[in-house]
């Protein structure tokens, strides 16, 4: 079990630049899921891309509460509807702004041995994967924000704590 450290917008441009593809699966791809793995489990995260961790591989990995999903070189291949909902993203700490993202998409990965697999998902599994894909290609939530309501849902969060 390795911890890697989060890379926060800001304090390094490896967010903004375009993770190169995968082409050798192997022990040491191996190695950097696990370890994603285990740093978005140990933030408290529900995604993670392998820039946020300093490396700009097209590796991603989410969980939303169904079990670890993890896709190498993922691409949307449809998406439909749309959601305005806050999200937030672990190398943005304290932040939260609404985003629209797709309601329901498919998504065509590999997996660590090269494996071909296809994920579909809504919900919070929909704006997982556009969230960490967007990731790969440099871009970030902020960049795709509506409205920033960090202040607004720490005062909801108050005022339910205090009755």
């Not at 097209?58 to 806050?86: F, K």
């Not at 920033?148 to 720490?154: I, Q, R, S």
Request: hydrophobic share 40%; aromatic share 2%; glycine share 10%.
């Amino acid at each position: 079990m390795a911890i890697r450290k989060i890379v926060e917008l800001g304090r390094d441009d490896i967010l903004r630049k375009h993770s190169r593809k995968v082409e050798k699966f192997d022990r040491r791809l191996g190695q950097l899921l696990d370890d994603m793995a285990d740093t978005m489990y140990e933030a408290d995260g529900v995604g993670l891309a392998a820039p946020q961790v300093g490396v700009l591989k097209r590796c991603i990995v989410l969980d939303v509460g169904e079990g670890l999903i993890e896709m190498v070189n993922p691409e949307i291949l449809w998406a439909e509807g749309e959601v305005v909902e806050p999200e937030g993203c672990l190398s943005v700490p304290g932040r939260r702004g609404t985003v629209a993202r797709p309601e329901r998409v498919r998504a065509h990965g590999q997996d660590r041995k090269g494996k071909h697999i296809e994920v579909e998902g809504e919900g919070l599994l929909a704006r997982c994967l556009c969230h960490e894909i967007d990731h790969l290609d440099g871009i970030v939530y902020v960049d795709k924000m509506i409205e920033d309501v960090t202040d607004k849902l720490e005062e909801e969060a108050r005022e339910a704590a205090e009755g």
